[in-house]
């Protein structure tokens, strides 16, 4: 799936989407960062307008507490 328009996309549906790609694709944020050209204040911003924070030890963006 194309990320270019990340920052226009639903907020939910970027968040499947990125995780599917942190799952499969990459070791890491900072390799995803990279990989698609994202902005890391941006994407923190969106995920957490929705309640979500990335967790380094799975490697993947989770519900706050």
Known sequence: MD???YQ???ANI???IVNEK???ECADLGE???RYDM???ALNKKMSSIGYHYDEMSNQFKANH
């Open 3 to 5: 990320l270019s328009a």
């Open 8 to 10: 226009r996309m639903d």
């Open 22 to 24: 942190l799952r499969l």
């Open 14 to 16: 970027l968040l499947g």
């Open 32 to 34: 995803l960062l990279l």
């Open 39 to 41: 902005s890391q204040d």
